[in-house]
């Protein structure tokens, strides 16, 4: 005696299908998922590792100026009296300006320390870039690259009246030279031509 036939259902077939698009799906979307947290996580770590390396600039700032004031309490100190320039984005009145600083340039010895403040602050992929630039057709001094409030520097070069310090908001790292770092920046903040003869350590 034949065995009755089990006939399927028509919309078995479409049925199946659909059941394993949406598991596709929702394996898809549980990869994105996964992807965009990495991502995240990552983010997060550059972002941390940027508020570390401020947290350390702003140490070594403090620390360069504790130990100035107490050099400026000794002996002879009137010899190393520092000069404060202030910075502002060129052609701009600092009433106005987004961001504004301050360099404190210790000419005894070339040393120095370049604040910024103010602004839009900067992403993880960029860094501000010190540069001295020097009168005539000398080529600009790379003086400190950075990316928090503030930055140590020292150079040791004779500057006759003309030059003047400039920061660039340009590529993560700096760049090797002015021109290279305004093609991949622009000039921030400045501080007009200085007319002090700095003579060679």
Do not use: H
């Given at each position: 005696m034949d065995k009755p036939k089990?006939?399927?259902?028509?919309?078995?077939?479409?049925?199946?299908?659909?059941?394993?698009?949406?598991?596709?799906?929702?394996?898809?979307?549980?990869?994105?998922?996964?992807?965009?947290?990495?991502?995240?996580?990552?983010?997060?770590?550059?972002?941390?590792?940027?508020?570390?390396k401020s947290a350390q600039n702003e140490l070594d700032a403090e620390r360069i100026l504790?130990?100035?004031?107490?050099?400026n309490l000794r002996?002879?100190?009137?010899?190393?009296?520092?000069?404060?320039?202030?910075?502002?984005?060129?052609g701009a009145a600092v009433a106005d300006s987004p961001a504004s600083?301050?360099?404190?340039?210790?000419?005894?010895?070339?040393?120095?320390?370049?604040?910024?403040?103010?602004?839009?602050?900067q992403p993880p992929e960029r860094d501000y870039q010190l540069w001295l630039e020097r009168a005539g057709a000398l080529p600009a001094l790379a003086c400190a690259v950075f990316h928090g409030p503030a930055a140590p520097f020292r150079f040791a070069l004779p500057l006759e009246p003309g030059w003047r310090f400039v920061v660039v908001d340009g590529a993560r790292g700096?760049?090797?030279?002015?021109?290279?770092?305004?093609?991949?920046?622009s000039i921030i903040l400045a501080t007009p031509p200085f007319t002090l003869r700095i003579p060679s350590r």
């Open positions: 089990i006939e399927l259902p028509a919309w078995l077939p479409w049925a199946t299908t659909a059941c394993l698009a949406a598991l596709v799906a929702c394996l898809g979307e549980l990869w994105l998922i996964e992807k965009a947290r990495t991502r995240f996580l990552r983010e997060q770590i550059q972002l941390t590792n940027v508020a570390a504790e130990q100035r004031a107490v050099e002996p002879g100190a009137a010899d190393r009296a520092p000069l404060v320039i202030a910075m502002a984005p060129p600083g301050a360099v404190v340039l210790y000419p005894s010895d070339g040393s120095g320390l370049a604040a910024v403040s103010g602004g839009p602050g700096g760049t090797r030279t002015l021109d290279e770092a305004k093609a991949q920046g």
